[in-house]
Nanobody, 121 residues
Framework: QVQLVESGGGLVQPGGSLRLSCAAS????????MGWYRQAPGKQRELVAA???????NYADSVKGRFTISRDNAKNTVHLQMNSLKPEDTAVYYC???????????????WGQGTQVTVSS
């Protein structure tokens, strides 16, 4: 089946950088939009950034100019480069992808398990 696996979270000081990666694997025919969401304690999950298969991007206002989303269609991966991190960026970050499978019953939106990002001095 299809799964998404994230990596790259951790603890970083304010002003620092982190790079998150997410790899999709399994019985994949194609991947539509991919994105990163985050959920801070006591808050709803929110969209951070998204990218279409053609490379069009969309960012939350709070991260514009600091975060960059990219993808490698050949490797079924998506990345989030996070610069100038702030304490308010602290959250669990989730990867999401709209996937078409060779098994049509497996088509749908998939989520990773989440990776913790903590910005603190």
């Amino acid at each position: 089946q299809v799964q998404l696996v994230e990596s790259g979270g951790g603890l970083v000081q304010p002003g620092g950088s982190l790079r998150l990666s997410c790899a999709a694997s399994g019985n994949i025919f194609s991947i539509n939009a991919m994105g990163w969401y985050r959920q801070a304690p006591g808050k709803q999950r929110e969209l951070v950034a998204a990218i279409t298969s053609g490379g069009n991007t969309n960012y939350a206002d709070s991260v514009k100019g600091r975060f960059t989303i990219s993808r490698d269609n050949a490797k079924n991966t998506v990345h989030l480069q996070m610069n100038s991190l702030k304490p308010e960026d602290t959250a669990v970050y989730y990867c999401s992808a709209g996937i078409a499978s060779y098994d049509s019953e497996a088509n749908g939106d998939y989520w990773g398990q989440g990776t913790q990002v903590t910005v603190s001095s």
